[in-house]
């Protein structure tokens, strides 16, 4: 097993290229529920994150499966948005919320939300919104100063990340162009409850199945658990997996995986689960090109593109009234066969957006 192997392998968990799902058999739904949870902290990167994963998938239907609640967005994982299928949000937060509350003492605490003042917020919440009734960023801003949460800062932003993190709401159907808040136990009436063991072993299986191979520290740091809990939740999930060995390190995946043919050029989003579900990203992200794709190390992923499972480069999109243009930012130049097929791949997103594709060069 080589690295060219073990990249297409990861293509194929993670329904890249010729392993995606087909349109029609599948919906947006089944590929988050696939991958379990999807960074989206940006969200016309994150609906792209999805179509790229789903031939024929537009962000209209990406928006749909939101609106009618299959789909969530929160912040299950690491503290960060994610899109999760409904009815796995609540063991998910049950998993990693103590230890992100715990994490976020501090910042609570110099923006004056004590636990006083996010007692009265939930309370607030509950009663304001109570029989279905959602609540755009403004108005839940609002309703947090007047329970007590200061007006200035990031005081507002860091009570509404609680109330999510623990369990009392969740975001909801899009309102215009911005997304609402919802009671999560009225958004999402029939949650899957398990055991913490049970939960474990769930959240590993399907991380190797949907990233595999990766390694235990991939999917601690992914699902940000103590190592401790990892291997626990390995442990459960052995006799639904395979293991494979490459250079001493010891990868977990899910069995029969077959690493298929090359998958040509891909567009991928920032933020994607390609890159960012991994603890160690050098498989796929040469590290002396890492700066190329987070300028400055600041946290901020741009859009990558990727030959063959190897991030070979970046991209930039344009939109102008209906229109787009897509400028490929390669790391050494693309072959014509590679610039056909990321011309391909740009027309599909601009697809997705519901958009003419202008030029893509």
């Known amino acids: 097993m080589n690295e060219r192997e073990l990249r297409r392998l990861r293509l194929a968990s993670q329904r890249i290229g010729a392993a995606r799902f087909s349109d029609g058999a599948h919906g947006p739904t089944d590929v988050v529920r696939w991958m379990t949870a999807m960074q989206s902290q940006d969200y016309p990167n994150a609906t792209w994150a999805i179509g790229s994963r789903l031939a024929g998938a537009s962000a209209a239907d990406v928006e749909a499966a939101l609106n009618d609640g299959s789909i969530v967005r929160s912040w299950p994982l690491r503290g960060t948005l994610h899109f999760v299928a409904a009815n796995d949000l609540n063991w998910m937060l049950a998993l990693s919320a103590p230890r992100m509350v715990k994490r976020a003492a501090t910042t609570l605490a110099s923006n004056g939300l004590t636990p006083a003042v996010l007692e009265r917020a939930a309370s607030g919440a509950r009663t304001a919104m109570q029989g279905g009734r959602t609540l755009r960023r403004e108005a839940l801003y609002s309703l947090m100063v007047e329970c007590g949460v200061a007006a200035d800062g990031q005081a507002r932003y860091h009570a509404a990340w609680y109330l999510c993190q623990t369990g009392v709401l969740c975001l909801a159907e899009h309102s215009g162009k911005a997304q609402t808040f919802a009671l999560l136990d009225e958004w999402v009436p029939q949650p899957r409850r398990l055991e913490r063991d049970e939960a474990l072993g769930e959240l590993a299986v399907r991380y190797f199945r949907g990233r595999g191979p990766a390694t235990v520290r991939d999917f601690a740091w992914w699902a940000a658990l103590t190592l401790s809990d990892a291997r626990r939740g390995l442990d459960v999930a052995l006799p ?5 060995t490459h250079d001493g390190v010891e990868y977990f995946l899910a069995p029969g995986l077959s690493a298929g043919r090359h998958s040509g050029v891909q567009l991928l989003p920032g ?44 991209w930039r999109r344009q939109v102008n009234g209906d229109s787009l243009t897509v400028t490929f930012e390669p790391f050494e130049a693309l072959t014509a066969a590679q610039l056909r097929s990321a011309r391909t791949a740009a027309a599909e997103y601009a697809r997705h957006r519901g958009l003419t594709l202008r030029k893509a060069a």
């Open 271 to 314: 933020f994607d689960e390609h890159l960012l579900g991994y603890q160690e990203r050098s498989l796929v992200l040469p590290p002396d090109r890492a700066e190329r794709v987070v300028p400055g190390r600041n946290g901020m992923f741009l859009s990558t593109l990727v030959v063959d499972g190897c991030v070979a480069g970046t």
């Open 240 to 244: 639904s997996l395979e293991r494979l």
